[in-house]
């Protein structure tokens, strides 16, 4: 750590979380309800357990980006953060708006909050992972444009890198495409059209552009490897990111009402969507290469190597499997569509926010590396929690090859609950896996507790000097 202002992403990454550890036990609940669907019933219904397992993964990981611009946008532009303080209070805002969002879920029928909220005035409520009311999506708002006040201010004030480039303009775009959130309208279409505009606008354009900066900064300042090579790659990254992304959510467009024409342009450009998650394969290994030093944080390099190849399997190989539009037209909305969601989002922006975790926290707290012991329960929980979202998404591939060939690939298609029924293994291998999910989570959170610095061998002081 360099600049005092980088303090503020302490309580970011820990609010992150802290929340992420919620996000698993509504998972671990809602894949027991598959089992026992009277499980908690009525306290708490599916619907409601799945939409704060959804909702806190959304936060928590938008909390760990706001964490890592603070951290990351001081450092590359060399000078003090603008405003540590509104940084903090922007912390406390957006804590306290999602732990009440929760609450609000948990404790209040989701009409009723409606109702209550303001929804009749401008309808946001309903779509899958928008699901706030009206009040926390203003609240999101207000969060993002005081965290973009604050880096832009910090940007303009000191060095401009193009990492600072990179994630400052793409903290910009997660922000506006968050506004067709705000647009609801009764023509189902349209509303399709807007909601895959803000989900798949952030999962498949612009947040690999963060995490193409994050991977981009922390292995600049692992490996030692030169800016300008990294920047080359960054360039290359962020064009074929686009170029595939914006056309490539066409493969959302198939059979819902929108012109015929996307049933080629969506498959087409999504073919395309893998590319720019090879090549962050290939610069990450590139870089691992070409390292100039050892660096004691053995940890954080495993997450940043670990990160594109889980994102390319879980976005590149899951997404191919069901992009296609005749593929879609069997696998829409099965658990195949589960299994690339789960493995896309955590081989992607969780484990790349668990590498920014990883690199800065140890620096945050005054070292530059844990103590071989914390690192030790660190890649514990890497290998069992990795591991563990591989099995739930092949259970849950394997529920989603019983209802395609069962029901909608079937002459005489079973229904629905016979369906599910046949697939009942795939939902016990899923839940016995996220609990092995957890029991990872669990290792990884005691990590921060061992406490204690790297013990440097004289060639790692060395390789550090020079
Ligand atoms: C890290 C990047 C990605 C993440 C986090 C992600 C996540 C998701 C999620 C959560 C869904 C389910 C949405 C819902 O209905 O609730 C989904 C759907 C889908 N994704 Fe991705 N995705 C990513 C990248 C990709 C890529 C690169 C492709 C294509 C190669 C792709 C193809 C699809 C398709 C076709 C669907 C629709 C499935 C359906 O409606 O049944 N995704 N994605
Ligand atoms: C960091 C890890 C995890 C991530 C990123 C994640 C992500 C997601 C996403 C994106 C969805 C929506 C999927 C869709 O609509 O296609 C979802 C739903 C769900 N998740 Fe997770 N999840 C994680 C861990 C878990 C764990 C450990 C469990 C426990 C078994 C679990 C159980 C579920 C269940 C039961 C649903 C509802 C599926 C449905 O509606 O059929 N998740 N999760
Ligand atoms: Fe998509």
Redesign the pocket.
């Known amino acids: 750590m360099k600049y005092q202002s980088q303090k503020v992403a302490i309580p970011y990454f820990i609010g992150a979380l802290t929340l992420f550890f919620g996000q698993i036990v509504f998972g671990l609940i809602a894949g027991f309800q598959y089992l026992d669907g009277s499980f908690l019933f009525p306290a708490l219904p599916f619907d409601v357990v799945r939409m704060s397992h ?1 909702n806190l993964l959304i936060v928590w990981l938008l909390m760990s980006f706001m964490g890592a611009a603070y951290y990351i946008v001081p450092e590359e532009a060399q000078t003090e953060l603008y405003s540590p303080k509104l940084a903090l209070i922007t912390f406390w805002v957006f804590l306290t708006a999602a732990v009440l969002t929760i609450l609000s879920y948990l404790f209040i029928p989701y009409a009723h909050l409606a109702a209550l909220t303001g929804n009749a005035a401008l309808p946001t409520m309903g779509r ?2 928008l699901e706030q009311p009206l009040p926390t999506k203003v609240g999101i708002v207000l969060v993002a444009l005081s965290l973009l006040f604050n880096v832009t201010m910090t940007l303009i004030k000191g060095r401009k890198t193009t990492i600072n480039w990179i994630l400052v303009g793409s903290l910009w775009g997660l922000a506006l495409l968050f506004l067709p959130a705000f647009y609801f309208p009764e023509d189902t279409v349209k509303a399709s059209f807007a909601w895959w505009w803000v ?2 606008g952030w ?2 354009g612009d ?2 552009l963060i ?1 193409g900066a994050l991977l981009g900064f922390i292995l600049i300042k692992m490996t030692g490897v030169d800016r300008e090579i990294v920047e080359k790659w960054l360039y290359i990254i962020v064009a074929m990111t686009l170029i ?2 914006i056309i ?1 959510i066409g ?2 467009y198939y059979y819902t009402g929108a012109p015929a024409y996307w049933i080629w342009l ?1 498959s087409i450009f ?2 395309l ?2 590319i720019p ?1 090879m090549l962050l394969i290939a610069f990450s290994f590139k870089m691992l290469m070409q390292r100039r030093r050892e660096h004691p944080n053995k940890a954080a390099m495993l997450w940043a190597l670990g990160t594109p190849i889980m ?1 390319f399997l ?3 190989v ?3 499997m ?2 296609l539009a005749p ?2 037209y069997y ?4 658990n ?3 299994a ?3 493995l ?2 955590f ?3 969780v484990m790349i926010s668990l590498s920014i975790i990883s690199y800065a926290m140890p620096l945050l707290r005054g070292r530059l590396a844990n103590s071989a012991a914390a690192q030790r329960w660190e890649i514990t929980g890497f290998w069992v929690m990795v591991l563990s979202m591989l099995v739930i998404a092949l259970a849950l591939t394997g529920a989603g090859i019983v209802t395609v060939i069962l029901q909608r690939a079937a002459d005489h298609p079973m229904s629905f609950m016979q369906v599910e029924g046949k697939a009942r293994v795939f939902f016990w291998v899923r839940e016995v896996a996220g609990f092995s999910f957890f029991a990872g989570l669990l290792i990884y959170l005691r990590s921060f507790f061992i406490t204690g610095d790297y013990e440097y061998t004289s060639e790692i002081k060395q390789a550090l000097a020079r």
């Open positions: 959804t899958g992972y989900v798949h999962v498949e947040w690999e995490l595939s992304g490539g493969h959302h969506g999504s073919i969507e893998p998650f994102a879980g976005a590149g899951w997404g191919l069901i992009t593929a879609q696998m829409h909305g099965t195949f569509t589960a690339h969601g789960h896309a989002f081989g992607a922006y």
